[in-house]
């Protein structure tokens, strides 16, 4: 049965685009048999109607703060003690504004601000708005005073412009929300997991670098799906687009030689679990230029001499960095083979082996599926969600860790 069966949702839309997408979360939550209301703001009139979010619901939709119909029923105040939960979707850079001000001029903040169930916010906007340092000191103050963040996610905006800010997906919100309203077992509680997540940069003069195309989605849900079950989190970055997930301490660096010297100092102290989820650049450049390399003459051609990058989760692995060490393959063919050649080589406890050939899962997807291996077994969860995979991932870790040696 799903744990939303009867749960008590409330569900804000903001004036934005991504409205649309609301829709089908509705639907979703609905489906799995929670009791859904809907709150408008003047904004969001203009992209969703409420005759069509009344259907999708099967409640009447409310938007006005002082609306004499509803208060002779329930009031806003009733509205707001009848959520088990308040999810904003999307939640743009106004609302984010008005509710980390304390402002209850609309029916949406004066229910937030009368709540005493957990708000979760999906914001939406611009990516210049999102990382303007107005929005980000907002957001600050909400994931302070407990809200729950969901996303944003990165990519190409209907404005034309690429960068954070896009929505989550209804189904990742779906996801993010189960899990909000699931009771997790704090089994972790105690442990540190030290995870490595996105690419790395390795410069090749002031104005270029070597990188890949990781997005870091996979890394971060890790992170995200640890701290959940009660683990101290450590996530050490390359350069993403994402949100740190709340509750987990997020280090950023660029370069191998960066990542391997933040992982050594997030484990100074033997670490529980060690998951090296970054695509490390294998090489550098011997010598980085100091100015910008210009075109010589008429060549087609230009020389770049690499060095061999330290091999991070080798290492940390042969140093005994955390008591179970877990890394990824990222592969294009043979993949199993490639995968349990590392495990063995780099002296693994487990190795997540990705076809990063497939177009339809790994980099910079929503979805993956993996196959998970040990010296002696091997584990293939079904294709889904990055967030839900990777709460099937820490499971399947936790386990390994409590099976007798």
């Not at 497939?358 to 889904?384: A, C, H, M, Y």
């Amino acid at each position: 049965m799903s744990s939303l069966v009867n749960k008590q949702i409330l569900v804000g839309i903001t004036g934005g685009i991504a409205a649309y997408k609301t829709i089908e979360l509705i639907r979703l939550l609905s489906k799995a048999g929670a009791d859904v209301q809907v709150v408008l703001t003047d904004g969001a009139k203009a992209f969703v109607t409420e005759m069509t979010l009344q259907a999708v619901s099967g409640h009447p939709v409310r938007s006005s703060l002082l609306d004499p119909a509803a208060e002779l029923g329930m009031g806003h105040i009733e509205l707001a003690k009848w959520a088990d939960l308040i999810v904003i979707a999307p939640a743009s850079a106004d609302f984010m504004a008005r509710y980390a001000q304390g402002m209850a001029n609309d029916l949406l903040t004066t229910l937030c601000l009368a709540t005493d169930a957990p708000v979760a916010l999906a914001p939406a906007m611009n990516q210049a708005m999102w990382q303007h340092p107005a929005t980000q000191a907002n957001l600050t103050t909400l994931i302070s005073r407990g809200v729950h963040m969901i996303g944003p996610a990165a990519g190409a905006q209907a404005c034309g412009d690429v960068g954070p800010g896009r929505m989550e997906e209804p189904q990742d919100i779906y996801a993010a929300i189960d899990t909000l309203l699931s009771p997790v077992a704090q089994d972790l509680a105690g442990q540190h997991w030290v995870i490595t997540a996105g690419p790395t940069m390795e410069a090749i003069d002031p104005v270029r670098y070597i990188s890949n195309h990781s997005s870091g989605k996979m890394g971060y849900a890790l992170a995200a799906a640890a701290q959940a079950r009660g683990a101290r989190v450590t996530l050490i970055s390359g350069p993403t687009q994402l949100a740190a997930p709340q509750g987990v301490q997020r280090v950023d660096i660029k370069s191998a030689e960066d990542m391997l010297s933040a992982c050594r100092t997030a484990m100074l102290e033997q670490a529980d679990v060690f998951i090296g989820a970054a695509a490390v650049a294998d090489f550098r450049m011997k010598d980085v230029a100091s100015q910008k390399m210009k075109k010589s003459g008429d060549s087609n051609e230009m020389q770049l001499t690499l060095v061999k990058n330290p091999d991070v989760i080798a290492t940390l692995s042969q140093e005994q960095a955390a008591k179970c060490m877990v890394g990824f393959a990222a592969e294009t063919q043979d993949v199993i083979a490639y995968a349990q050649s590392k495990l063995e080589r780099k002296g693994l406890d487990l190795i997540i082996a990705n076809d990063v050939s497939r177009t339809d899962i790994g980099f910079n997807n929503d979805e993956n599926q993996v196959t998970v291996l040990s010296k002696d077994q091997q584990w293939t969860p079904p294709k889904e969600s990055k967030a839900a995979l990777a709460v099937e991932l820490v499971g399947l870790i936790t386990q390994y860790q409590t099976q007798p040696s």
